[in-house]
């Protein structure tokens, strides 16, 4: 079977977008591979090295994983610090990976630019760090966005280069993993892009939110002067809100509005309060689940403490076997 790593830096909660997105995904790839979903902690201080609440960041995003429907029993479900083993091949591989190819590293570059006063060393070996992530399972599969390609062709050279210079077979290079037209794109409500493209309050739908605040902000949606003529095309903060009402609600009443729309009757007022009923009812039994898991720290202790000893298995061998090819002994 396949082996499958991804992931998740520990950054905000999950919105309706991460939901269809990555998250499905997820689900999907757990029945059909040997995956191991990680929290990236580590990752996260390169950006923001004195976090308020490192380990709070943690658990949201733990939560929210599993309440969403990880299966710990299925796939590996750990915390990237959980594994110091990551930290050794982190070192290995980083006695092999060059300034000049790190230094051009987009992301790198971008984020030097943002943050100039903190342009560190795990800064530019983010790829190092994700190369070990990924080869520490000798992963063939990474489910990557655009942003993320670059990273994923760093870790093919790093395992390529292990491979070359210790003459040896050991590690697979991965490729990125794709679902093809599985992925439905779920807009913001600002009006135009992703949902949670923009860091903007009020372009994503959260699945924890309470009714109220979502009601507040999908009543605020970006909308226009209506259409002009029947049958006219629809602007894109129209054919977002149908977007998203295509995945929310009921045929019917997608086809109510739509003919409301043909016919220039539409009310957008009518349409954004049905969009916001409709949501709700999509979130509510994911937000209690959500509030349900977050309030049983003994499953939470389990699980993690379950993840951490697979995956450790794992990256335990990989580790004493690169230990072994490269040359290290014990007397
Ligand atoms: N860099 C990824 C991101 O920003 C997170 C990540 C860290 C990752 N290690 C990984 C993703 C290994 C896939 C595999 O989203």
Redesign the pocket.
């Known amino acids: 079977m396949e082996t499958v790593?991804?992931?998740?830096?520990p950054t905000g909660n999950l919105h309706l977008g991460n939901y269809f997105g990555a998250i499905k995904n997820f689900i999907r790839m757990q029945e059909e591979y040997n995956c191991f979903f990680f929290i990236?902690d580590y990752?996260s201080l390169t950006t923001h090295p004195t976090p308020q609440d490192l380990h709070g960041n943690v658990k949201q995003v733990l939560v929210e994983y599993l309440a969403t429907g990880i299966d710990p029993e299925k796939a590996t479900l750990y915390i990237?610090s959980d594994l110091p083993e990551t930290a050794e091949l982190y070192l290995l591989l980083n006695m092999n990976a060059y300034m000049g190819e790190l230094e051009r590293v987009t992301t790198f570059k971008e984020k030097a630019r943002k943050q100039p006063n903190n342009v560190n060393a795990g800064l530019l070996t983010?790829p190092s760090?994700?190369a070990a992530?990924?080869i520490i399972h000798k992963a063939n599969k990474?489910?990557?966005?655009k942003?993320?390609e670059q990273?994923l062709e760093m870790t093919r050279t790093f395992a390529r280069r292990f491979n070359r210079m210790y003459n040896t077979e050991f590690f697979p290079e991965p490729s990125a993993f794709n679902f093809g037209d599985n992925l439905i794109k779920i807009p913001g409500l600002d009006g135009s892009g992703k949902m949670g493209k923009s860091e903007g309050e009020g372009n994503a739908v959260f699945l924890a939110e309470d009714p109220k605040s979502i009601r507040k902000k999908i009543m605020r949606a970006v909308t226009d002067a209506g259409p002009a003529e029947p049958n006219a095309p629809k602007a894109e903060p129209i054919e977002n809100l149908f977007s998203l009402l295509k995945v929310v609600s009921t045929q019917e009443t997608v086809d109510y509005f739509e003919e409301q729309y043909n016919t220039c009757n539409i009310r957008y007022g009518d349409l954004k309060k049905q969009l916001a009923e409709d949501v709700i009812q999509f979130t509510t039994p994911l937000r209690e689940r959500i509030l349900e898991v977050a309030a049983n720290e003994q499953y939470l202790s389990k699980v993690a403490k379950m993840g951490a000893e697979k995956a450790r298995e794992s990256s335990a061998k990989t580790v004493k076997e690169a230990r072994e090819i490269i040359g290290f002994r014990s007397f």
Do not use: E, N, T
Not at 5 to 9: D, L, N
Not at 142 to 145: A, H, I, R, S
């Open positions: 790593v991804s992931g998740i830096r990236a990752h990237q983010y760090l994700m992530d990924i990474v489910p990557v966005g942003d993320q990273h």
